[in-house]
């Protein structure tokens, strides 16, 4: 079960920088491997920079990482 919430997390991270790269990350880098630390350290700015899509797939995030599995 972890290895598969370990891939639902990186491949929202790898949407979120491909969706919004330009317009809500332009200021970071995306990481090869992150964890789940690392994809909710972008998910301000998806909320802030991402308008209505960018705060779903921040909501997602943050869901997936914080889920007790």
């Known amino acids: 079960m972890r290895d598969d919430r370990t ?12 969706d919004f ?3 809500a990350l332009w200021n970071m880098r995306p990481i090869q491997n992150p964890t789940p630390a690392d ?6 700015a998806l909320r802030t920079r991402g308008r209505m899509d960018g705060r ?3 909501e997602r995030i943050e869901a997936l990482c914080r889920a007790d599995h």
């Not at 891939?7 to 491909?18: C, E, M, N, S």
């Open 21 to 23: 790269g330009s317009v």
């Open 7 to 18: 891939r639902d997390i990186r491949a929202l991270y790898r949407q979120a920088f491909r």
């Open 56 to 58: 779903r797939l921040a």
């Open 39 to 44: 994809a909710l350290a972008i998910t301000a």
